[in-house]
């Protein structure tokens, strides 16, 4: 027999808990994959039950475990993010804003890019010691 309130005596399952997790991610943020977010998750949740030996009833999963497991999938997810925006820019400067400023050739509207006239001359200097 039990001797408490249904909510005290049982527990959420983590695939209960997984789908209520994903929900609070979805739609999936910018820089990172949906596959990515789900493989956090269940790496957070799956950490919680082996620390914690389960998630706990469902009146100490929501009042205790929850919001902790919210807090760690964000910061893992927001970690990731970052590092796939900053990576993103850092390709972005890498193949075009720095090839345009330093090697675009002189326009009606723009100046030659800084390293235009040295990298034309070395091909001219070039050419012409394999002629």
């Known amino acids: ?13 983590v695939e209960e808990v997984k789908p209520i997790i994903l929900g609070i991610f979805s ?4 820089f990172i994959l949906e596959e990515t977010v789900v493989q956090i998750i269940n790496d957070v949740i799956c ?6 030996g389960g998630l706990g009833s469902y009146r ?5 475990t929850h919001n902790n497991l919210i807090k760690r999938c ?17 390709r ?16 009606e509207s723009h100046d030659a890019g800084y390293g ?11 050419e012409k010691s394999f002629v």
């Open 47 to 52: 950490a919680a039950v082996k620390l914690y």
């Open 74 to 90: 964000a910061i893992k997810i927001n970690t990731i993010r970052k590092e796939n925006a900053r990576l993103k820019i850092k």
């Open 92 to 107: 972005f400067i890498n193949l075009y804003w720095v090839q345009d400023r330093l090697y675009r050739p002189k326009t």
């Open 116 to 126: 235009y006239n040295q990298a034309k001359l070395s091909y001219y200097q070039k």
């Open 60 to 64: 100490g999963y929501y009042a205790f």
């Open 27 to 30: 739609p999936t943020p910018k």
């Open 1 to 13: 027999m039990n001797s408490g309130p249904w909510y005290e005596e049982s527990g959420p399952t």
